[in-house]
């Protein structure tokens, strides 16, 4: 089966399920590899539309066009983005969690009992952000103090 028999029979409303299964392949594999060559949906015409670069290879076998499209991919220019853009996100969360690891000061364990609530939010603020619960409790704690100016006679709730 061409590319372009494939392309008609998605645009004609055909299941990619059926299409895969008569190329005995998934309709994962189908759909990625149609990325793969350069198509893709277009959500406002309903249909598949070509918009890789070059010739639309509608005369092509899918093994075919796919061997083409793996030939002409760069890895190592793709590698090197990947690497880019994980170093990106790695500086991204370094610039947060900086100030609140750079202080190492002698610490001392302690128990609280907090709000469910709050220690869920807590969960998910140290999950996103990759800071230990502890030293995200802790530089909310220096601030509060900071803010409040609190001395070591103070008392709360008087």
């Known amino acids: 089966m061409t590319i372009g ?4 029979c998605l645009n004609r409303r055909e299941s990619i399920a059926i299409i895969a299964k008569r ?14 060559i350069g198509y893709e949906y277009d959500g406002e015409q309903k249909k598949r539309i070509f918009v890789g670069d070059g010739e639309e290879p509608r005369h092509l076998q899918l093994q075919e066009a796919t061997a083409l499209q793996y030939a002409k991919t760069d890895y190592q220019l793709l590698i090197y983005e990947q690497l880019q853009s994980i ?15 750079s202080k190492s000061i002698e610490k001392k364990k302690r128990t609280f009992s907090i709000n469910v609530e ?19 409790v802790e530089e909310a704690l220096l601030q509060f103090l900071q803010q409040y100016g609190v001395s070591k006679t103070s008392h709360f709730g008087n």
């Open 118 to 136: 709050i220690l869920a939010k807590l969960d998910v603020i140290s999950e996103s952000k990759g800071i230990q619960k502890s030293k995200l």
């Open 23 to 36: 190329l005995e392949i998934s309709p994962y594999t189908l759909s990625k590899k149609l990325r793969l």
């Open 5 to 8: 028999e494939i392309i008609d």
């Open 87 to 101: 170093y990106e996100l790695l500086s991204k969360r370094e610039e947060v969690s900086a100030p609140i690891m």
